[in-house]
């Protein structure tokens, strides 16, 4: 894809401060670009880099005063990581781009394919599928009976979706990711053995979701798991039936759900976190990697760590404790000591 600077200030709305007759090539880093490069300056760390580099143009804010000359063009914009983000997608979406249907490939006759969609091969498209426009199915997808796709949305190698579920517009799905497999529901009988739980429900995931490779979201008991809008979720993430995931909440990878459980909006949840079944995180709750979260937060915007989770500043004091108690033990050893002498003096 070739622009000059002029076309790509205005696809961003920003101010020209050199040649905007420039051509664009290729986008790159600020500290290895060469002709014909785009990049961009955020990072503050970064800022000796502009005065080296070899891009024809960099994108910066409008604030940002130089402190020598400089040789790139300037592209000034509000937020040049935001601005550059949208360059990548745009490049992105050119290049990863296909449509037609790979042979060989199972498509149901009652599924019918828009044809600016792909369907790659070894896709399994069952009984009552239904796809919107742009979808892009790469090889090896299946999608069980009544699956429903929404307009743009990508399944990387590998994806599951399985009888029933829904996703919406523009969401990616990575390879391996696995919707709507059985929830974990056994009943204990009298003689210890335990009876499956027919699981009924199904997943519905909202727009503009990301979902990581090999992440497992599992259809509800009854009724629904819902995954909404704009949510991102981590590779090899496990969200159990009837969790729902608010919107725009971002959860790392090795992350684990447990059922019926409620994350709120804009949260953000760590690595290797751990959460029980049956509460409710309220909106913009932050949970540091590792942690245990055992019961409901009831108040906004709490920072939660540790096992079990509590809040951050809390779990500081405790950490200090803790990494004191072997000077604390030394001492109490020594006290027990001193008494001893005295009580052999009395």
Do not use: W
């Amino acid at each position: 894809m070739k622009f000059t600077v002029a076309e790509v200030a205005g696809l961003l709305g920003g101010e020209i401060e050199g040649d905007g007759s420039l051509e664009l090539k290729n986008l790159g880093k600020i500290e290895a670009a060469g002709s014909g490069d785009l990049c961009f300056l955020s990072n503050p760390k970064y800022t000796p880099h502009i005065y080296e580099t070899g891009a024809t143009a960099v994108i910066v804010s409008r604030t940002f005063v130089p402190e020598k000359a400089l040789r790139p063009t300037l592209i000034r914009v509000d937020d040049p990581y935001t601005s550059f983000t949208k360059l990548l997608e745009l490049v992105s979406a050119h290049q990863n781009r296909k449509s037609g249907i790979e042979s060989p490939s199972f498509i149901h006759p009652s599924v019918k394919v828009p044809e600016n969609c792909y369907i790659g091969a070894f896709a399994y498209l069952s009984e009552g599928v239904e796809i919107e426009e742009g979808v892009q199915i790469y090889p090896g997808v299946f999608l069980g009976e009544g699956v429903k796709i929404g307009n743009g949305s990508i399944l990387h190698p590998g994806v599951v979706i399985t009888k029933g579920c829904q996703i919406g517009n523009s969401c990616l799905l990575h390879p391996g990711v696995i919707i709507g497999s059985d929830g974990f529901g056994f009943a204990p009988q009298k003689d210890g053995t335990l009876r499956k739980i027919p699981q009924t429900g199904i997943v519905v995931v909202e727009d503009d979701v990301e979902i990581g490779a090999n992440t497992c979201i599992d259809r509800a008991t009854l009724g629904e798991t819902r995954i909404r809008k704009g949510a991102k979720i981590d590779n090899l993430v496990q969200i159990a039936h009837n969790v729902e995931v608010g919107e725009h909440t971002a959860i790392a990878s090795q992350t684990g759900i447990s059922g019926s459980t409620k994350v709120g909006r804009y949260c953000m949840v760590g690595g290797q976190v751990g959460i029980v079944g049956h509460i409710t995180l309220a909106d913009k709750t932050q949970i540091g990697g590792q942690s245990g979260v055992s019961k409901s937060v009831e108040t906004q915007g709490i920072a939660l760590r540790g096992a079990p989770a509590q809040p951050i500043r809390d779990q500081l004091k405790t950490e200090a404790l803790i990494r004191r108690l072997g000077s604390l033990f030394d001492q109490v050893r020594e006290l027990e000591k001193k008494i001893a002498i005295l009580e052999t003096e009395l």
